[in-house]
Protein backbone atom coordinates (compact mmCIF):
# COMPACT_ATOMS: atom_id res chain seq x y z
CA UNK A 1 0.00 0.00 0.00
CA UNK A 2 1.35 3.52 -1.15
CA UNK A 3 1.33 6.42 1.39
CA UNK A 4 -0.95 8.26 -1.47
CA UNK A 5 -3.31 5.53 -0.78
CA UNK A 6 -3.72 5.73 3.29
CA UNK A 7 -5.75 8.52 3.38
CA UNK A 8 -8.30 7.51 1.12
CA UNK A 9 -8.70 4.17 2.90
CA UNK A 10 -9.35 5.78 5.89
CA UNK A 11 -11.95 7.85 4.79
CA UNK A 12 -13.81 4.71 3.25
CA UNK A 13 -13.76 3.57 6.81
CA UNK A 14 -15.28 6.81 8.21
CA UNK A 15 -17.51 6.86 5.10
CA UNK A 16 -18.54 2.76 6.18
CA UNK A 17 -19.54 3.81 9.89
CA UNK A 18 -21.49 6.28 8.27
CA UNK A 19 -24.08 4.41 6.74
CA UNK A 20 -24.04 1.25 9.63
CA UNK A 21 -24.29 3.61 12.69
CA UNK A 22 -27.78 4.31 12.13
CA UNK A 23 -29.16 0.98 11.18
CA UNK A 24 -27.62 -0.05 14.62
CA UNK A 25 -29.07 2.18 16.38
CA UNK A 26 -33.68 1.24 17.40
CA UNK A 27 -35.86 3.74 16.92
CA UNK A 28 -37.98 3.20 20.06
CA UNK A 29 -34.79 3.61 22.21
CA UNK A 30 -34.56 7.28 23.33
CA UNK A 31 -31.51 6.84 25.77
CA UNK A 32 -29.50 5.75 22.35
CA UNK A 33 -30.06 9.05 21.05
CA UNK A 34 -27.10 10.25 22.06
CA UNK A 35 -24.68 7.01 19.16
CA UNK A 36 -24.79 9.18 16.37
CA UNK A 37 -23.25 12.48 18.40
CA UNK A 38 -20.68 9.84 19.41
CA UNK A 39 -20.19 8.47 15.67
CA UNK A 40 -19.79 11.95 14.64
CA UNK A 41 -17.19 12.85 17.40
CA UNK A 42 -15.04 9.78 15.97
CA UNK A 43 -15.40 11.16 12.24
CA UNK A 44 -14.60 14.39 13.53
CA UNK A 45 -11.60 12.58 15.24
CA UNK A 46 -10.32 10.68 12.00
CA UNK A 47 -11.00 13.17 9.69
CA UNK A 48 -8.10 15.62 11.15
CA UNK A 49 -6.12 12.53 11.51
CA UNK A 50 -5.99 12.57 7.71
CA UNK A 51 -5.09 15.47 7.07
CA UNK A 52 -2.48 15.45 9.68
CA UNK A 53 -1.40 12.22 7.40
CA UNK A 54 -1.45 14.34 3.91
CA UNK A 55 0.67 17.54 5.14
CA UNK A 56 3.98 16.37 5.11
CA UNK A 57 3.66 14.91 1.76
CA UNK A 58 1.95 17.49 0.30
CA UNK A 59 2.58 20.89 2.14
CA UNK A 60 5.87 20.19 4.23
CA UNK A 61 7.82 18.90 1.98
CA UNK A 62 10.18 21.53 0.36
CA UNK A 63 13.40 21.54 -2.40
CA UNK A 64 15.27 24.31 -3.85
CA UNK A 65 15.16 24.95 -7.70
CA UNK A 66 16.41 26.85 -10.18
CA UNK A 67 14.10 28.42 -12.66
CA UNK A 68 14.05 30.17 -15.82
CA UNK A 69 11.84 33.07 -15.15
CA UNK A 70 12.26 34.68 -18.43
CA UNK A 71 14.52 34.98 -21.37
CA UNK A 72 17.50 37.32 -20.94
CA UNK A 73 20.43 37.63 -18.94
CA UNK A 74 22.12 35.96 -16.46
CA UNK A 75 19.48 37.15 -13.86
CA UNK A 76 16.45 35.32 -15.79
CA UNK A 77 17.84 31.80 -13.85
CA UNK A 78 16.67 32.32 -9.86
CA UNK A 79 16.72 30.25 -7.07
CA UNK A 80 13.78 29.64 -5.40
CA UNK A 81 11.71 27.41 -2.87
CA UNK A 82 9.04 24.89 -4.34
CA UNK A 83 6.95 23.05 -2.33
CA UNK A 84 4.89 19.34 -2.25
CA UNK A 85 6.88 15.63 -2.82
CA UNK A 86 7.05 15.67 -6.75
CA UNK A 87 4.71 12.78 -7.75
CA UNK A 88 6.49 9.43 -9.14
CA UNK A 89 4.25 7.77 -12.23
CA UNK A 90 4.70 4.14 -12.97
CA UNK A 91 8.45 3.57 -13.93
CA UNK A 92 9.79 6.58 -12.34
CA UNK A 93 12.28 7.05 -9.60
CA UNK A 94 12.50 10.11 -7.02
CA UNK A 95 16.70 11.44 -7.57
CA UNK A 96 17.70 13.30 -4.65
CA UNK A 97 20.22 15.59 -6.44
CA UNK A 98 24.02 16.04 -5.46
CA UNK A 99 25.30 17.71 -8.68
CA UNK A 100 24.44 18.91 -11.96
CA UNK A 101 26.16 19.11 -15.30
CA UNK A 102 25.93 22.91 -17.25
CA UNK A 103 25.57 22.65 -20.85
CA UNK A 104 26.29 25.25 -23.83
CA UNK A 105 22.50 24.62 -24.21
CA UNK A 106 21.58 25.59 -21.41
CA UNK A 107 22.98 28.71 -21.88
CA UNK A 108 20.88 29.11 -25.64
CA UNK A 109 18.31 28.05 -23.69
CA UNK A 110 18.34 31.19 -21.45
CA UNK A 111 18.56 33.60 -24.47
CA UNK A 112 15.09 31.37 -26.34
CA UNK A 113 17.78 30.04 -28.31
CA UNK A 114 16.67 25.99 -27.58
CA UNK A 115 13.83 24.52 -28.66
CA UNK A 116 13.75 21.17 -26.40
CA UNK A 117 13.15 23.39 -23.40
CA UNK A 118 9.72 24.55 -22.74
CA UNK A 119 8.75 27.76 -22.25
CA UNK A 120 9.51 29.66 -19.04
CA UNK A 121 8.80 29.69 -16.26
CA UNK A 122 10.79 25.93 -16.33
CA UNK A 123 13.48 24.14 -14.59
CA UNK A 124 16.54 23.83 -16.84
CA UNK A 125 19.10 20.98 -16.64
CA UNK A 126 19.66 18.15 -18.81
CA UNK A 127 21.88 16.12 -16.44
CA UNK A 128 22.94 15.31 -13.00
CA UNK A 129 24.14 12.43 -10.50
CA UNK A 130 22.19 11.36 -6.63
CA UNK A 131 20.62 9.47 -4.66
CA UNK A 132 17.36 7.02 -5.23
CA UNK A 133 15.03 8.59 -2.74
CA UNK A 134 11.83 6.37 -4.23
CA UNK A 135 10.92 4.18 -6.56
CA UNK A 136 7.83 4.12 -8.33
CA UNK A 137 5.65 1.09 -9.50
CA UNK A 138 6.54 -0.78 -12.51
CA UNK A 139 10.30 -0.16 -11.80
CA UNK A 140 12.52 -3.55 -11.36
CA UNK A 141 16.31 -2.37 -11.99
CA UNK A 142 16.33 0.90 -9.02
CA UNK A 143 16.01 0.47 -5.59
CA UNK A 144 16.27 3.11 -3.15
CA UNK A 145 19.92 3.77 -2.40
CA UNK A 146 21.49 3.57 -5.72
CA UNK A 147 24.11 6.24 -6.86
CA UNK A 148 22.65 7.30 -10.61
CA UNK A 149 23.36 9.26 -13.14
CA UNK A 150 20.35 11.06 -14.83
CA UNK A 151 20.16 12.33 -18.67
CA UNK A 152 16.58 14.81 -19.38
CA UNK A 153 15.43 16.90 -21.58
CA UNK A 154 15.00 19.54 -19.05
CA UNK A 155 14.34 19.51 -15.19
CA UNK A 156 17.54 18.61 -13.45
CA UNK A 157 18.58 21.94 -12.06
CA UNK A 158 17.18 21.14 -8.69
CA UNK A 159 17.29 18.71 -5.49
CA UNK A 160 14.90 16.71 -5.81
CA UNK A 161 13.86 14.83 -9.54
CA UNK A 162 11.47 12.78 -10.41
CA UNK A 163 12.31 10.56 -13.69
CA UNK A 164 11.90 7.53 -15.84
CA UNK A 165 14.74 5.09 -14.15
CA UNK A 166 15.12 4.35 -18.18
CA UNK A 167 16.90 7.86 -18.00
CA UNK A 168 19.19 6.32 -15.27
CA UNK A 169 22.63 4.77 -15.28
CA UNK A 170 24.45 3.45 -12.36
CA UNK A 171 27.62 5.51 -11.11
CA UNK A 172 30.48 3.06 -11.18
CA UNK A 173 32.66 2.60 -8.20
CA UNK A 174 35.18 5.49 -7.28
CA UNK A 175 32.97 7.75 -9.35
CA UNK A 176 32.64 11.12 -7.92
CA UNK A 177 28.92 12.70 -7.90
CA UNK A 178 30.30 15.48 -10.04
CA UNK A 179 32.08 13.48 -12.03
CA UNK A 180 29.03 11.49 -12.88
CA UNK A 181 27.01 15.22 -13.04
CA UNK A 182 29.79 15.76 -16.11
CA UNK A 183 29.37 12.23 -18.07
CA UNK A 184 26.34 12.23 -19.75
CA UNK A 185 25.95 14.62 -22.15
CA UNK A 186 29.19 15.54 -23.37
CA UNK A 187 30.55 11.53 -23.73
CA UNK A 188 27.49 10.69 -25.80
CA UNK A 189 27.13 13.32 -27.68
CA UNK A 190 31.12 12.71 -28.27
CA UNK A 191 30.64 9.13 -28.50
CA UNK A 192 27.80 9.08 -30.64
CA UNK A 193 29.09 11.75 -33.08
CA UNK A 194 32.88 10.01 -33.49
CA UNK A 195 31.71 6.59 -33.57
CA UNK A 196 28.46 5.77 -35.25
CA UNK A 197 28.41 8.44 -37.35
CA UNK A 198 32.23 9.31 -38.37
CA UNK A 199 33.11 5.39 -37.83
CA UNK A 200 36.55 6.54 -36.39
CA UNK A 201 39.44 4.31 -37.22
CA UNK A 202 43.14 3.87 -37.12
CA UNK A 203 45.45 6.74 -38.79
CA UNK A 204 42.46 9.05 -39.40
CA UNK A 205 42.13 13.03 -38.47
CA UNK A 206 40.21 14.73 -36.67
CA UNK A 207 39.26 18.01 -36.32
CA UNK A 208 37.58 19.33 -33.01
CA UNK A 209 36.62 22.94 -32.17
CA UNK A 210 36.42 24.20 -28.66
CA UNK A 211 38.85 21.38 -27.42
CA UNK A 212 38.70 22.72 -23.83
CA UNK A 213 35.20 22.78 -23.54
CA UNK A 214 33.52 19.44 -21.81
CA UNK A 215 32.42 17.94 -25.51
CA UNK A 216 35.74 18.94 -26.68
CA UNK A 217 37.60 16.88 -23.91
CA UNK A 218 35.65 14.40 -24.02
CA UNK A 219 36.38 13.93 -27.75
CA UNK A 220 39.84 14.11 -27.11
CA UNK A 221 40.08 11.13 -24.77
CA UNK A 222 37.74 8.87 -26.87
CA UNK A 223 40.07 9.67 -29.72
CA UNK A 224 42.73 7.98 -27.86
CA UNK A 225 41.34 5.27 -27.58
CA UNK A 226 41.78 4.38 -31.17
CA UNK A 227 45.29 3.85 -32.62
CA UNK A 228 47.12 6.79 -33.96
CA UNK A 229 44.38 9.21 -34.67
CA UNK A 230 45.47 12.81 -35.25
CA UNK A 231 43.56 15.25 -33.70
CA UNK A 232 43.55 19.17 -34.40
CA UNK A 233 42.00 21.20 -31.45
CA UNK A 234 40.57 25.06 -31.08
CA UNK A 235 41.32 26.81 -28.18
CA UNK A 236 42.14 30.22 -27.28
CA UNK A 237 46.38 30.02 -26.11
CA UNK A 238 46.53 29.76 -22.60
CA UNK A 239 44.04 26.59 -22.77
CA UNK A 240 47.37 24.93 -25.60
CA UNK A 241 49.24 23.70 -22.89
CA UNK A 242 46.13 21.73 -20.80
CA UNK A 243 44.47 20.47 -24.46
CA UNK A 244 48.35 18.99 -25.73
CA UNK A 245 48.47 17.16 -22.07
CA UNK A 246 45.14 15.74 -22.78
CA UNK A 247 45.68 14.38 -26.40
CA UNK A 248 45.78 17.24 -28.83
CA UNK A 249 48.19 16.92 -31.28
CA UNK A 250 47.91 19.99 -33.39
CA UNK A 251 46.57 23.35 -31.13
CA UNK A 252 45.20 26.11 -32.93
CA UNK A 253 44.14 29.13 -31.87
CA UNK A 254 41.56 30.34 -33.43
CA UNK A 255 41.49 34.35 -32.28
CA UNK A 256 44.76 35.01 -33.95
CA UNK A 257 44.97 32.40 -36.97
CA UNK A 258 43.27 31.25 -39.75
CA UNK A 259 42.53 27.66 -38.11
CA UNK A 260 41.81 26.63 -42.41
CA UNK A 261 45.38 27.67 -42.81
CA UNK A 262 47.01 25.92 -40.20
CA UNK A 263 45.22 22.66 -41.02
CA UNK A 264 46.10 22.96 -44.68
CA UNK A 265 49.57 23.51 -43.59
CA UNK A 266 49.74 20.07 -41.69
CA UNK A 267 47.51 17.98 -43.58
CA UNK A 268 47.40 19.54 -47.30
CA UNK A 269 45.15 16.97 -48.59
CA UNK A 270 42.55 18.08 -45.41
CA UNK A 271 41.10 15.49 -42.77
CA UNK A 272 39.01 12.76 -41.72
CA UNK A 273 36.18 13.80 -39.43
CA UNK A 274 35.52 17.47 -38.28
CA UNK A 275 33.17 18.02 -35.20
CA UNK A 276 31.36 21.73 -35.59
CA UNK A 277 29.38 23.04 -33.07
CA UNK A 278 29.63 26.16 -34.26
CA UNK A 279 27.48 26.64 -37.71
CA UNK A 280 27.19 29.55 -40.10
CA UNK A 281 29.95 30.30 -42.31
CA UNK A 282 32.30 27.95 -39.94
CA UNK A 283 30.21 24.73 -41.26
CA UNK A 284 31.33 26.27 -45.29
CA UNK A 285 34.73 25.80 -44.08
CA UNK A 286 34.55 22.52 -42.20
CA UNK A 287 32.83 20.86 -45.16
CA UNK A 288 35.68 22.61 -47.50
CA UNK A 289 38.21 21.36 -45.35
CA UNK A 290 37.13 17.01 -45.69
CA UNK A 291 39.15 14.74 -47.96
CA UNK A 292 37.23 12.76 -49.87
CA UNK A 293 35.25 9.72 -48.03
CA UNK A 294 35.49 12.77 -45.42
CA UNK A 295 32.79 13.02 -42.42
CA UNK A 296 31.50 16.37 -41.53
CA UNK A 297 29.27 16.29 -38.01
CA UNK A 298 27.31 19.77 -37.07
CA UNK A 299 25.69 19.52 -33.65
CA UNK A 300 25.39 23.26 -32.76
CA UNK A 301 25.38 26.84 -33.64
CA UNK A 302 27.24 28.60 -31.19
CA UNK A 303 28.27 31.25 -33.05
CA UNK A 304 24.41 32.17 -32.42
CA UNK A 305 25.12 33.18 -28.74
CA UNK A 306 26.75 36.67 -28.56
CA UNK A 307 26.91 38.61 -25.70
CA UNK A 308 24.75 37.84 -21.93
CA UNK A 309 21.39 38.61 -24.22
CA UNK A 310 19.90 37.53 -27.40
CA UNK A 311 21.85 38.80 -29.88
CA UNK A 312 19.73 39.83 -33.25
CA UNK A 313 22.59 40.03 -35.38
CA UNK A 314 24.75 37.16 -34.70
CA UNK A 315 21.40 35.18 -34.72
CA UNK A 316 21.10 36.80 -38.59
CA UNK A 317 24.08 36.47 -39.73
CA UNK A 318 23.93 32.38 -38.52
CA UNK A 319 21.08 31.81 -40.66
CA UNK A 320 22.08 34.23 -44.13
CA UNK A 321 25.47 31.74 -43.90
CA UNK A 322 23.61 28.89 -43.04
CA UNK A 323 25.32 25.81 -44.66
CA UNK A 324 23.40 23.99 -47.37
CA UNK A 325 24.42 21.46 -50.08
CA UNK A 326 23.06 19.64 -53.38
CA UNK A 327 23.50 15.99 -53.15
CA UNK A 328 25.30 16.38 -56.34
CA UNK A 329 27.92 17.90 -54.97
CA UNK A 330 28.12 15.34 -52.19
CA UNK A 331 28.24 12.48 -54.86
CA UNK A 332 30.59 14.02 -56.36
CA UNK A 333 32.81 15.36 -53.80
CA UNK A 334 32.35 11.83 -51.92
CA UNK A 335 31.89 13.36 -48.50
CA UNK A 336 29.15 12.99 -45.95
CA UNK A 337 27.67 15.51 -43.64
CA UNK A 338 25.56 14.61 -40.76
CA UNK A 339 23.52 16.45 -38.13
CA UNK A 340 23.43 15.36 -34.55
CA UNK A 341 21.37 16.60 -31.46
CA UNK A 342 20.83 14.89 -28.15
CA UNK A 343 17.80 16.61 -27.47
CA UNK A 344 16.15 14.82 -30.09
CA UNK A 345 17.13 11.83 -29.23
CA UNK A 346 15.15 11.30 -25.90
CA UNK A 347 12.83 8.74 -27.18
CA UNK A 348 16.04 6.46 -28.12
CA UNK A 349 17.07 5.54 -24.44
CA UNK A 350 18.23 2.30 -26.34
CA UNK A 351 20.60 3.87 -28.52
CA UNK A 352 22.10 6.01 -25.96
CA UNK A 353 22.07 3.24 -23.22
CA UNK A 354 23.97 1.04 -25.99
CA UNK A 355 26.72 4.18 -26.07
CA UNK A 356 26.56 4.44 -21.95
CA UNK A 357 27.22 1.43 -21.20
CA UNK A 358 30.55 1.08 -23.78
CA UNK A 359 31.36 4.72 -22.20
CA UNK A 360 31.21 3.13 -18.39
CA UNK A 361 33.46 0.56 -20.21
CA UNK A 362 36.42 2.75 -21.08
CA UNK A 363 35.50 4.77 -17.86
CA UNK A 364 36.37 1.77 -15.57
CA UNK A 365 39.42 1.01 -17.94
CA UNK A 366 40.76 4.13 -16.98
CA UNK A 367 40.54 5.42 -20.66
CA UNK A 368 38.46 8.23 -20.44
CA UNK A 369 37.80 10.58 -17.06
CA UNK A 370 35.62 14.00 -17.10
CA UNK A 371 37.75 16.96 -16.21
CA UNK A 372 35.98 18.96 -13.87
CA UNK A 373 36.88 22.78 -14.06
CA UNK A 374 35.10 24.36 -11.33
CA UNK A 375 32.02 23.38 -8.96
CA UNK A 376 29.51 26.26 -8.42
CA UNK A 377 26.73 26.52 -6.18
CA UNK A 378 22.96 27.17 -6.77
CA UNK A 379 23.25 30.64 -5.59
CA UNK A 380 25.91 31.28 -7.99
CA UNK A 381 24.54 29.96 -11.40
CA UNK A 382 25.21 33.52 -12.91
CA UNK A 383 28.81 32.95 -12.39
CA UNK A 384 28.73 30.14 -13.72
CA UNK A 385 27.37 30.57 -16.51
CA UNK A 386 29.31 33.80 -17.28
CA UNK A 387 32.34 31.48 -16.87
CA UNK A 388 30.80 29.13 -19.47
CA UNK A 389 29.49 31.68 -21.67
CA UNK A 390 33.02 33.72 -21.85
CA UNK A 391 34.57 30.79 -22.71
CA UNK A 392 36.76 30.89 -19.66
CA UNK A 393 36.51 27.15 -18.60
CA UNK A 394 38.94 23.90 -19.62
CA UNK A 395 36.51 21.10 -18.55
CA UNK A 396 32.80 20.86 -17.43
CA UNK A 397 31.42 23.28 -15.31
CA UNK A 398 29.01 21.75 -12.71
CA UNK A 399 26.56 23.44 -9.90
CA UNK A 400 26.41 21.45 -6.22
CA UNK A 401 22.89 21.31 -4.74
CA UNK A 402 24.79 21.54 -1.25
CA UNK A 403 23.79 24.76 0.27
CA UNK A 404 26.09 27.64 0.24
CA UNK A 405 28.06 28.30 3.69
CA UNK A 406 26.27 31.45 5.48
CA UNK A 407 30.49 32.68 5.35
CA UNK A 408 30.60 32.50 1.20
CA UNK A 409 27.10 33.99 1.42
CA UNK A 410 28.27 36.83 3.54
CA UNK A 411 31.18 37.16 0.96
CA UNK A 412 29.51 37.29 -2.52
CA UNK A 413 28.09 40.67 -1.71
CA UNK A 414 31.97 41.92 -0.75
CA UNK A 415 32.78 40.54 -4.37
CA UNK A 416 29.83 42.29 -5.86
CA UNK A 417 30.70 45.80 -3.60
CA UNK A 418 34.40 45.32 -5.21
CA UNK A 419 33.15 44.87 -8.70
CA UNK A 420 31.41 48.10 -8.30
CA UNK A 421 34.15 49.66 -7.22
CA UNK A 422 36.38 47.92 -9.66
CA UNK A 423 34.12 49.35 -12.54
CA UNK A 424 33.92 53.08 -11.00
CA UNK A 425 37.74 53.03 -11.17
CA UNK A 426 37.55 51.62 -14.54
CA UNK A 427 34.98 54.89 -15.03
CA UNK A 428 37.16 57.34 -13.18
CA UNK A 429 40.59 56.10 -15.32
CA UNK A 430 38.48 56.54 -18.70
CA UNK A 431 37.30 59.83 -17.90
CA UNK A 432 40.90 60.91 -16.52
CA UNK A 433 41.69 59.61 -19.94
CA UNK A 434 39.11 61.45 -21.53
CA UNK A 435 40.14 64.93 -19.29
CA UNK A 436 43.97 64.12 -20.82
CA UNK A 437 42.71 63.19 -24.11
CA UNK A 438 40.79 66.70 -24.20
CA UNK A 439 43.98 68.56 -22.68
CA UNK A 440 46.77 67.06 -25.10
CA UNK A 441 43.74 68.19 -27.91
CA UNK A 442 43.96 71.81 -26.28
CA UNK A 443 47.87 71.98 -26.13
CA UNK A 444 47.76 70.35 -30.12
CA UNK A 445 45.25 73.61 -30.78
CA UNK A 446 47.38 75.88 -29.31
CA UNK A 447 50.54 74.77 -30.92
CA UNK A 448 48.37 74.87 -34.10
CA UNK A 449 47.57 78.40 -32.87
CA UNK A 450 51.16 79.61 -32.75
CA UNK A 451 52.65 79.36 -35.76
CA UNK A 452 49.25 81.41 -36.88
CA UNK A 453 50.38 84.09 -34.79
CA UNK A 454 53.79 83.95 -35.67
CA UNK A 455 52.65 84.28 -39.51
CA UNK A 456 50.16 86.94 -38.80
CA UNK A 457 53.18 89.03 -36.44
CA UNK A 458 55.21 88.74 -39.76
CA UNK A 459 52.39 89.57 -42.22
CA UNK A 460 52.05 92.87 -39.64
CA UNK A 461 55.75 93.21 -39.90
CA UNK A 462 56.14 93.46 -43.51
CA UNK A 463 52.60 96.12 -43.69
CA UNK A 464 54.74 98.22 -41.46
CA UNK A 465 58.00 97.77 -43.55
CA UNK A 466 56.44 98.81 -46.84
CA UNK A 467 54.34 102.06 -45.10
CA UNK A 468 57.64 103.07 -44.34
CA UNK A 469 59.34 102.67 -47.56
CA UNK A 470 56.34 104.74 -48.87
Same mark, same amino acid.
Not at 158 to 167: C, G, L, Y
Not at 356 to 370: F, S
Not at 411 to 421: F, I, N, V
Given at each position: MSGEDAPAQQQNAVDQKQETKPAEEPKNEPAKTESPPAAATAEAAATP??????????????????? $???????????????????? $??????LVRVKACGLNFADLMARQGLYDRLPSPPVTPGMECAGVV??????????? #?????? #???????????????????????????????????????????? $???????????? #??? =????????IAATQLCKTVKDVTVFGTASASKHETISEGGVTHPIDYRTKDYVEEVRKISPKGLDVILDPLGGSDTHKAYNLLKPMGKLITYGAANML??????????????? =????? =??????????????????????????????????????????????????? =? $???????????????????????????????????????????????????????KKDDGKKEEKKDDKKKEEPKKEEKKEEEKKEEVKKEEK
Open positions: AATTEKVPEEETFTYRALV $LTGYGGYDKVKLQVKKGKPA $LKAGEVEAVGEEVTDRK #VGDKVM #VLNRFGLWQEVAAVPASHTFLIPEGMSFEEAAALPVNYITAYMM $LFDFGNLRPNQS #VLI =HAAAGGVGAGQKKNLLAVAKNWY =HQFSI =HTLSLIQGNKSVCGFHLGYLDGEMELITQAMNTIMDLYKEGKIKPRIDSTW =H $LEQVGDAMRKMQERNNIGKVVLTTEPMPEEEKKEEPKKEDKKDDKKKDDKKKDDK
